[in-house]
């Protein structure tokens, strides 16, 4: 029975990420930063100075319903750098080939426009009641600017859709199975612990999420980056080769080689595309819903934290990932997701050092994901029903990842992935590009230094852009 479920994902997640739907990503992506003239490549150096050039300067937040734009930006991190950079990318090699990585790049390049555009339109149509509470994200504005209740709901039940699986069913899959792998340890009491923990830290709300990402996320990835610059800097002289595999095999069939079956074009486009997608969530639409919280002087600034979060994620830790392997030549074993991210740190490290090393990463990494997600699936949740229902159903979230901790067939698993992610970025997408003209009129409000459109005016008058305009 299970068999036939997971054939049936397989067939499913391949029809929807068929060739119309990687079209269609790729239209409204470049649409973007054509419109935009290319904004993330002129204003490369703006989108890091108001961004990561800031965190030492930031004001002191003035409301306790809200975050900092860094505590925004970490807990919206802690969704995209996760299992997505280490056994995503491994599992997008496995299947894809080395070409797979090209297409991420590419992902990451026009998602750096996309992320930001999406991050704008929340804080711009987000709602804030009289106790100060904040609610935003691509259901609100699809509802505020388009009119289109229906789409809005379509978002909301996919965004459902990915927090169970990609979040509560995979992060704590893959932490079972990298302590297993690790140090024998049943998965089932490993995704246990960290259902208890991720229960702890969510229920204490949107702050409580934000300070312990605030902590946890810039010093997990640089563990993580120091780590696997040692290995690819060991294995230098096979740095060249790598990114040749990279640049050849995204438009030529990659061959098989020892365990490594093969993998066609199509294939490297589709993991590539799929994967990218996943792990920096450009288009996705879910890190509007925590940027909406952000207490942030202008929409337009609080997207360009968006563009930063896409070229950290993939341009950087994706990237790293995908060296470590390649330039171990791990690849060939045959091995796949969490297990082939573990093969090439034993490559460089003691088995003792490199399975803390990557159980250490993996916990951090995972564990921040999915606090992080239960942001989304609450404001999801709320948008369908209401808060009271919430509090009775929230509970659904912390349990997939105990259920499937014993399933083994990782590439199969990873299938739920790809489909979550369809069902919540293509409703996401369609609303972006009737959108792009507010986009537009946002971003230049914000660079002409008009300011019409500020953040704390717009939460206080409610006047928001009207598509008709």
Known sequence: MFDYFLQFIGQLSEWLWGPWTMAFIAFVSIYLTVKTRFFQIRYFKLIFSKTLGRIFHEKKQTSKKSISPFQATTASLAGTVGMGNMAGVATALSIGGPGAIFWMWVMAFFGMITKAAEITLAVHYREVDGSGNIRGGP?????????????????????????????????????????????????????????????????????????????????????????????????????????????????????????????????????????????????????????????????FLQGLWGSAEVFIDTTVVCTITALIILCSGVLENGSSGIELLLEGYATYYSPLIANAIISIAIVTFCLSTQIGFFVYFETALVDLFNKKIFNIIKWLYFLPGIVFAGISNVDQLWMLANISVALSALPNLVALLFLIGVFLKLMRDYMSGENKYATKLTDKNKQYIKIAE
């Open 139 to 299: 259901m609100y504005y699809i509802k505020k600017a388009l009119g289109w209740k229906v789409l809005a709901t379509f978002f909301s039940i996919g965004i459902i859709v990915n927090c169970i699986f990609t979040s509560s069913l995979l992060q704590a899959h893959t932490v079972g199975r990298a302590l297993e792998a690790s140090y024998d340890i049943n998965p089932y009491l490993a995704t246990s612990l960290m259902g208890l923990i991720t229960l702890t830290v969510a229920v204490g709300g949107i702050q409580r999420i934000g300070k312990v990402c605030e902590a946890l996320v810039p010093l997990m990835t640089l563990i993580y980056l120091l780590s696997g610059f040692f290995i690819v800097l060991a294995n230098y002289s096979s740095i060249p080769e790598a990114f040749s595999q990279i640049f050849h095999f995204a438009f030529a069939p990659a061959p098989a080689v020892g365990g490594f079956a093969g993998a066609a074009v199509m294939s490297a486009i589709q993991m590539g595309m799929a994967r990218g997608m996943l792990s920096n969530e450009a288009g996705l639409g879910t890190a509007p819903m925590v940027h909406a919280n952000a207490e942030t002087e202008h929409p």
